[in-house]
């Protein structure tokens, strides 16, 4: 069957960002991968074989019997990623231990020949099972979006990922944002992509919001991701936050 429209476009974005990575991790040399990562306690081989993990998970998942129904959203696999980490931590450890930048490397080309396959076949209404629950097969390329940018930036920071998958990414982490605080009284703003309201108390009904925070998108990533922190994009002018409520910094990061 055939991908429906939003499934097509996230398996578009998806593709696209993880080929830039495969690319990407074929030119690092040999000599980088036992260097630290951006990661705390992670060298480049083993965000490497993490990056082979994440876009391997589709295929994997695949292989598994089909629940009935999905019950997670993008939203409960964001939030619940920060519990996670700890085994996530112990997995891709493993992963990496042992083996040469040249097997790593040919671990992420094998990965993402295998998600590019499968996004190409498979029904975005399937549901596969994932670690948190079961999920529409949409809505999990949704979540490699999200990884995907992510550790794209980790990987290579001066690469800007791909615009679809950037814009997907936005999205899925502003829709957790709203999902983990629920209200109207602050609006998010990240041009040109999306807008939302969250936070409990007062409802804004017309005219200017009296708590705004507007960023551009690499910059929600990034402090959604924890890879900068509220004060520095502030100070920086990266974040432009106004009203008293505006102070979003409890709520982050996400992942």
Same mark, same amino acid.
């Given at each position: ?5 939003? +499934? $097509? ?5 998806? @593709?696209?960002?993880?080929? $830039? ?21 992670? %060298? ?12 391997? $998970?589709?295929?994997? #998942?695949?292989? /598994? ?10 939203? =409960? ?11 996530? =931590? ?22 993402? =020949? ?15 099972? @994932? ?5 529409? &097969?949409?809505? &999990? ?25 950037? %814009?997907?990414?936005? %999205? ?10 629920? +209200?109207? @009284?602050?609006?998010?703003? !990240? ?8 936070? /409990?108390?007062?409802?804004? *009904?017309?005219?200017?919001? $009296?708590?705004?925070? /507007?960023?551009?998108?690499? *910059? #929600? ?17 990266? !974040? %432009? ?15």
């Amino acid at each position: 069957m055939r991908l429906s429209e939003r +499934g $097509s476009a996230a398996a578009d974005a998806c @593709t696209a960002q993880w080929q $830039s990575i495969a690319d990407a991790v074929a030119t690092l040399p040999d000599s980088v991968f036992d260097e630290a990562s951006p990661l705390t306690g992670w %060298r480049v081989a083993d965000l490497v074989a993490h990056l082979a993990m994440c876009a391997g $998970s589709p295929a994997r #998942w695949l292989a /598994e019997a089909a629940p009935e129904r999905a019950s997670a959203t993008v939203a =409960d696999y964001l939030l619940c990623l920060t519990a996670a980490a700890p085994s996530v =931590d112990e997995r891709t450890r493993a992963l990496a231990a042992g083996k040469t930048p040249a097997r790593l490397r040919a671990d992420v080309r094998s990965a993402v =020949d295998s998600l590019r396959d499968v996004v190409a076949e498979v029904d975005a209404a399937r549901v596969i099972p @994932t670690r948190l629950a079961p999920m529409r &097969f949409d809505d &999990f390329l949704v979540t490699r979006c999200v990884e995907g940018v992510v550790h794209g930036l980790d990987l290579s920071p001066a690469v800007d990922p791909d615009a679809g998958a950037l %814009r997907i990414a936005t %999205r899925a982490l502003l829709a957790a944002l709203v999902a983990n605080a629920p +209200g109207h @009284t602050v609006e998010v703003r !990240v041009p040109p992509i999306a807008a939302v309201q969250c936070v /409990e108390g007062p409802r804004h *009904t017309r005219g200017t919001p $009296s708590n705004v925070v /507007e960023l551009d998108p690499l *910059t #929600w990533v990034r402090l959604a991701a924890g890879r900068l922190t509220w004060a520095e994009a502030v100070a920086d002018g990266r !974040v %432009r936050a106004s009203g008293e409520r505006s102070n979003i910094s409890a709520l982050l990061p996400i992942l």
